[in-house]
């Protein structure tokens, strides 16, 4: 299993551009979520699904779009990008089975926006 | 709000010494408790998961602790080596109908000295 992947690994964006982080599992977990991490901050829920076609907001979605139309996959969309979304972004994914719920990480992308 | 708080932010210790890494939450409703590793840089590491029920998980060199009561949880690293040095984060999970939400501490950074 390759776990949980996410590109790019780096990103520079101008303010307002939009792009799309891509994030993948092939786990079969039914339950993915976006987070982001800044420095004096931790980590901060963005968005977050419990299945294919069913996503949630988190504690920071503003600015980011989330869908979910496969088991595997979990894009994140900025819209319009902000001097504010400069941070590095973890996907995980986890699972019910035994009713664990342990969460499985992406190695990050770290996005700059200029 | 569920807050999660992990004291102290840097630790500094020689190579060989024993070590407890301390994690605490404001609302002992917890599903379960997670601890995780990461290297500058990188992803985030699970290490151990303990259950609501659970008191104790061990893995190797690490044994992780859980006291809902006082809202408490440590980690112990035995015997500690420089490749232990990374940031170590707990996270806490409200409900299994919440299985991706994570609610992180803002962690401990562990340096071990040759």
Known sequence: NAGVTQTPKFQVLKTGQSMTLQCAQDMNHEYMSWYRQDPGMGLRLIHYSVGAGITDQGEVPNGYNVSRSTTEDFPLRLLSAAPSQTSVYFCASSYSRWNSFEQYFGPGTRLTVT | ?114
């Open chain 2, 1 to 114: 709000k569920q807050e999660v708080t992990q004291i102290p932010a840097a630790l500094s210790v020689p190579e060989g010494e024993n070590l407890v890494l301390n994690c605490s939450f404001t609302d002992s409703a917890i599903y379960n408790l997670q601890w995780f590793r990461q290297d500058p840089g990188k992803g985030l590491t699970s290490l151990l998961l303990i259950q609501s029920s659970q008191r104790e998980q061990t893995s190797g060199r690490l044994n992780a602790s859980l006291d809902k009561s006082s809202g408490r949880s440590t980690l112990y690293i035995a015997a500690s080596q420089p490749g232990d040095s990374a940031t170590y984060l707990c996270a806490v999970r409200r409900g299994g109908n919440q299985g991706g939400k994570l609610i992180f501490g803002q962690g401990t950074e562990l340096s071990v000295k040759p």
